[in-house]
């Protein structure tokens, strides 16, 4: 099993930037497979962004591009999303992921959700 753990998230006025983090611990190998998805009320869970592999830069959701930006540690397998020019579109429950491989065997880890709300 591997454990997440997020924090960070928190109350922020539309235009103003927030900070989330994710550390992954517990029976991890050697895959760094990371991101982060959201899901906003009544709204299918979405992909954020992520990293797929140490050898690739991460990967944005259109919606975010040049506004969010995803900092990793491979080491520590931490992924910190630092988000700016926050807008209540962006309003959702922000949840970390693992994946520890990318053969269909491998399994994908969830953390607890934490809540970014952008108020209007």
């Known amino acids: 099993q591997v454990r997440l753990v997020e924090s960070g998230g928190g109350l922020v006025q539309t235009g103003g930037s927030l900070r989330i983090s994710c550390s992954a611990s517990?029976?991890?190998?050697?895959?760094?497979?990371m991101g982060w998805y959201r899901q906003a009320p009544g709204k299918q869970r979405e992909l954020v962004a992520e990293?797929?592999?140490?050898?690739?830069?991460?990967i944005y959701a259109e919606s975010v591009k040049g506004r969010f930006t995803m900092i990793r540690d491979n080491v520590r397998r931490s992924v910190d999303l630092l988000m700016n020019i926050l807008k209540p579109e962006d309003t959702a429950v922000y949840y970390c992921?693992?994946?520890?491989?990318?053969?269909?065997?491998?399994?994908?880890?969830w953390g607890q959700g934490t809540q970014v709300t952008v108020s209007s």
């Open positions: 990293y797929t592999s140490t050898n690739r830069p991460a």
């Open positions: 517990g029976n991890i190998g050697s895959s760094t497979h």
């Open positions: 992921y693992y994946r520890n491989g990318p053969s269909p065997l491998a399994q994908t880890y």
